[in-house]
């Protein structure tokens, strides 16, 4: 098992940086999911190969263990009838209240009402990270009223075709407010013939935000909560390889570690992984390219190496790859 070299205290944010052409960034899906390609990043020998995402299998050994997160993205961007607010739906805490993001926030205090598709909803609570919880009147229809959360530097809203395309094929539990991206490749005709087992993840906007420390020790990693399933759990304890379809998949099994229980579990984990971080129960990682100076590049670098990763990126800018969740994705094995 690779170790990351590393030290934790030398590491800054802006060593994770790299230069993005803006043209390279994905705004709209392939019109074939498995049509992708695949950097396939050798940790052991240090080599990158380009390749297709169809020729993912070949990668494969029969004992293979593929695992994924089924979460499904609920549309959770609410216009009100008005105009004048923005919410994100982020937890639904009851059948008639919602945790929500505000935009504009200084004008939803407590006691404030806000109407969605004629319903009312009224602030109840103003919470320290600024976050609202909003007590509706009647049950909230998101799929008639709300939007699809697209990740902002898509530069565009969202529209029809997404809310088949920003979804995996597989997606069953409902609760993400991002797609779990590196999913997104698989059709079912692919995943049958693969070993595979699911596990739930619920993305949340966290995903989104900018790590603001200078040194990486520093940031505060956001939580999310997670199932891990007995059947699952079982499986990838008597698994040869584990290969982790995300990093959203990565970071429940991490959090759990090698002595996951048997009986499955399920929680909310806050692990923030990045070099010099050992993997305890991953083997392989499929994954999309993400942000410069992001956790997911973190992670990602704590499992290949960061400069074999930075080096890694260089090559998909340099090759034109297609970047962030709608584009091609990495292999790391």
Request: proline share 5%; net charge negative.
């Amino acid at each position: 098992m690779w170790r990351a070299k590393e030290s934790v205290v030398s590491l800054k944010t802006k060593d994770f940086d790299y230069h993005l052409p803006e043209e390279l960034i994905a705004a709209r899906p392939l019109e074939e999911r498995s049509a992708s390609r695949m950097m396939v990043v050798n940790r052991a020998a240090g080599t990158i190969e380009h390749r297709m995402f169809a020729e993912f299998p070949t990668f494969l050994k029969p004992d293979d263990l593929l695992v994924l997160n089924d979460t499904k993205v609920i549309p959770a961007r609410l216009f009100s009838d008005d105009g004048r607010t923005e919410l994100l739906c982020l937890d639904r805490l009851s059948p008639l209240e919602w945790r929500c993001l505000a935009r504009p926030g200084k004008r939803m205090k407590v006691g404030r009402e806000v109407v969605v598709g004629g319903i009312t909803g009224q602030v109840t609570e103003v919470f320290e990270n600024g976050d609202r919880l909003i007590h509706w009147e009647s049950e909230l229809d998101l799929n008639r009223h709300g939007h699809l959360a697209l990740p902002h530097y898509m530069g565009r809203d969202d529209e029809e075709s997404d809310r088949d395309r920003y979804q995996t094929v597989f997606a069953r539990e409902e609760g993400a407010i991002a797609a779990p991206t590196a999913g997104l490749h698989f059709t079912p005709e692919m995943l049958v013939k693969l070993n595979h087992a699911f596990l739930t993840l619920h993305v949340g906007v966290g995903t989104f935000r900018p790590v603001s420390a200078e040194v990486v020790a520093d940031h505060v990693m956001h939580s999310e909560k997670y199932h891990l399933s007995a059947e699952t759990a079982r499986r990838v304890k008597t698994a040869e390889r584990v290969i982790a379809v995300g990093t959203t998949v990565t970071r429940v099994l991490e959090s759990l570690g090698p002595e996951i229980p048997s009986e499955g579990k399920s929680g909310a984990t806050d692990i923030f992984i990045h070099p010099p971080y050992q993997f305890g129960v991953i083997d392989g990682l499929l994954t999309n390219f993400h942000l410069p100076q992001s956790t997911l590049i973190m992670l990602v670098s704590a499992f290949a190496g960061k400069e074999l990763v930075l080096e890694a990126y260089r090559q998909a800018v340099a090759e034109r790859y297609r970047f962030y969740s709608y584009g091609d994705c990495m292999l790391l094995i």
